[in-house]
């Protein structure tokens, strides 16, 4: 369901975050597409809305984001960073045939904790790498 531009401020205030055009515009484009993406992606489709966008500007509103707990940064490969709205602990699956990023869920006895014994663990990244079902047909 689509979110309104009230509830996207809202969401924003909640985490401490003053809206702005581009931080509504970045979070609705995050909200809407569930595909982890890139800041070229983001610029590409807000460009047409907002011609004085800058990719500087997105990098700062996403920097900001990740701050304040509103996305995820994953470093699923050196050169390229992605954007995930979902915060919650998930798994990460990337095809390296169409460059896709699935989701999936972690069940809690994945990681063998008992090896980090009194350790304090803030979060988890599950990152594999293949080829996903489509790809592989
Ligand atoms: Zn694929
Ligand atoms: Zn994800």
């Known amino acids: 369901m689509k979110k309104s531009n009230e509830w996207m401020m809202d969401y924003l205030r909640e985490h401490n975050i003053k809206p702005s055009t581009i931080r509504i515009k970045v979070l609705e484009f995050l909200l809407n597409n ?7 992606e983001i610029y ?3 460009i047409e809305d907002i011609p004085t ?7 700062n ?3 900001l984001f990740s701050e304040k707990g509103v996305v995820k940064i994953l470093a699923l490969c050196e050169k390229e960073l992605r954007y995930d709205i979902d915060t919650n ?7 390296e045939k169409c460059g896709k990023v699935y989701d ?7 990681i063998i904790k008992d090896e980090l014994e009194g350790f304090k663990i803030n979060s988890e990244n599950i ?3 293949g080829i996903c079902k ?3 047909e």
């Open 104 to 110: 999936f869920p972690l069940e809690g006895n994945l």
């Open 44 to 46: 590409k489709s807000l």
């Open 34 to 40: 569930r595909i982890h993406p890139t800041v070229d």
């Open 127 to 129: 990152h594999l790498y």
């Open 61 to 63: 509103t996403l920097d």
């Open 89 to 95: 602990s998930h798994g990460h699956f990337k095809c």
């Open 53 to 59: 966008l800058s990719k500087t500007s997105i990098y």
């Open 134 to 136: 489509k790809c592989n």
